[in-house]
């Protein structure tokens, strides 16, 4: 039967085994972002679809890294001044070209690292990102599904996927087609990526914030907000990093 305990069964082991089995991965990309950020990089973070919620769960929040943006697709409306009605395509994110406004939209520095999600991993606007990423020089970092990836034919003109272009690739774990509980007649209900990738997300942070440690240095982190003396504290953070992200002029 379909319902809040049976998810929880079902999802319980996949989160143990995604601590287990990407914690080599995680290590190696959070040397990947430490080492960027302690030399003023930014990080980016993109993701199309639901897999938004990784990189929000990056950006710009309380116990998280002040040096990061999230790029999404609504960039090309919000920062490139393109008429809304381009969002209603359901299929942009399929678009190859639309990597290009993204990627010239967050004006990157040499030294940023890249963390790009996406569940399939194959949508033209994701890959073409990931290969401009590379292209120019920065480390990506993929989030994505390995068994739903392997499973589906790219739809980039290279025939490439998303894992195929980064320096590290971090596994889900969600399914394939994303859905974890079956449905009698076919089909299943209740997604997995929007939950490890949060997971993921925090992962990364703690490992980031403990090369720091290590270094001797003060990481970067936000306070709440919504604490005494958060808005001081997160303000002169992100005034050492003025029009590199995007809560500064």
């Given at each position: 039967?379909?319902?809040?305990?049976?998810?929880?069964?079902?999802?319980?082991?996949?989160?143990?085994?995604?601590?287990?089995?990407?914690?080599?991965?995680?290590?190696?990309?959070?040397?990947?972002?430490?080492?960027?950020?302690?030399?003023?990089?930014?990080?980016?973070?993109?993701?199309?679809?639901?897999?938004?919620?990784?990189?929000?769960?990056?950006?710009?929040?309380?116990?998280?890294?002040?040096?990061?943006?999230?790029?999404?697709?609504?960039?090309?409306?919000?920062?490139?001044?393109?008429?809304?009605?381009?969002?209603?395509?359901?299929?942009?994110?399929?678009?190859?070209?639309?990597?290009?406004?993204?990627?010239?939209?967050?004006?990157?520095?040499?030294?940023?690292?890249?963390?790009?999600?996406?569940?399939?991993?194959?949508?033209?606007?994701?890959?073409?990102?990931?290969?401009?990423?590379?292209?120019?020089?920065?480390?990506?970092?993929?989030?994505?599904?390995?068994?739903?990836?392997?499973?589906?034919?790219?739809?980039?003109?290279?025939?490439?996927?998303?894992?195929?272009?980064?320096?590290?690739?971090?596994?889900?774990?969600a399914p394939y087609g994303d859905?974890?509980?079956?449905?009698?007649?076919?089909?299943?209900?209740?997604?997995?990526?929007?939950?490890?990738?949060?997971?993921?997300?925090?992962?990364?942070?703690?490992?980031?914030?403990?090369?720091?440690?290590?270094?001797?240095?003060?990481?970067?982190?936000?306070?709440?907000?919504?604490?005494?003396?958060?808005?001081?504290h997160n303000h002169a953070l992100?005034?050492?990093?003025?029009?590199?992200i995007r809560r500064t002029a």
């Amino acid at each position: 039967m379909i319902s809040m305990q049976g998810y929880v069964a079902a999802l319980r082991p996949i989160l143990d085994r995604l601590v287990d089995r990407e914690a080599a991965g995680i290590a190696r990309a959070a040397d990947l972002i430490a080492a960027s950020l302690r030399d003023g990089g930014v990080l980016q973070a993109f993701g199309a679809g639901h897999s938004e919620v990784f990189a929000a769960e990056l950006v710009a929040r309380a116990g998280g890294l002040v040096p990061t943006n999230q790029l999404a697709v609504r960039d090309l409306v919000v920062y490139g001044g393109a008429a809304p009605r381009v969002l209603d395509d359901p299929k942009l994110e399929r678009d190859p070209t639309i990597a290009h406004q993204i990627y010239a939209l967050a004006a990157p520095q040499p030294r940023d690292v890249f963390v790009v999600a996406s569940q399939s991993g194959i949508n033209g606007s994701v890959v073409e990102l990931a290969r401009l990423v590379k292209e120019r020089g920065h480390h990506l970092i993929a989030v994505t599904s390995v068994e739903h990836t392997a499973r589906v034919p790219p739809r980039h003109p290279s025939g490439r996927r998303l894992a195929e272009l980064a320096d590290v690739v971090l596994d889900n774990g969600a399914p394939y087609g994303d859905a974890l509980l079956p449905l009698e007649g076919g089909g299943a209900v209740c997604a997995v990526s929007s939950v490890t990738a949060a997971l993921l997300a925090q992962l990364l942070t703690a490992e980031v914030v403990r090369r720091f440690h290590l270094a001797g240095e003060a990481p970067p982190i936000y306070l709440s907000a919504n604490v005494p003396g958060g808005d001081d504290h997160n303000h002169a953070l992100e005034s050492r990093y003025a029009g590199r992200i995007r809560r500064t002029a």
